[in-house]
């Protein structure tokens, strides 16, 4: 099993920044790949960014390239959300997904983020 716990997020101004933090503890070992969803309200979850464990690679959703980041740090085995020049519109439940080698998935508690025009 993965356990991961969710930190950061809160209530910030549009064109400002936060970042989230997630936490894995656990089969981390069994972990390939780490990503952030987001939920709006009354919308679907949607992929955010994705990172390869092993590769570090990387991927983000069209309406965050540029502006999100994430990175990890296998020594703490705590995934990173890097966001700057936030926009009302990326008010959300931040989530921190671990898929393992046997496409299993685990999810964080979530986060609220909000941006304030």
């Known amino acids: 099993q993965v356990q991961l716990v969710q930190s950061g997020g809160g209530l910030v101004q549009s064109g400002g920044s936060l970042r989230l933090s997630c936490a894995a503890s656990g089969f981390t070992f069994r972990i390939d790949a780490m990503s952030w969803y987001r939920q709006a309200p009354g919308k679907e979850r949607e992929l955010v960014a994705v990172i390869g464990s092993a590769s570090g690679g990387t991927n983000y959703a069209d309406f965050v390239k540029g502006r999100f980041t994430i990175s990890r740090d296998n020594v703490v085995n705590t995934v990173y959300l890097q966001m700057n020049s936030l926009k009302p519109e990326d008010t959300a439940v931040y989530y921190c997904?671990?898929?393992?080698?046997?496409?299993?998935?685990?999810w964080g508690q979530g986060t609220q983020v909000t941006v304030s025009s």
């Open positions: 997904n671990a898929r393992d080698k046997y496409s299993k998935e685990y």
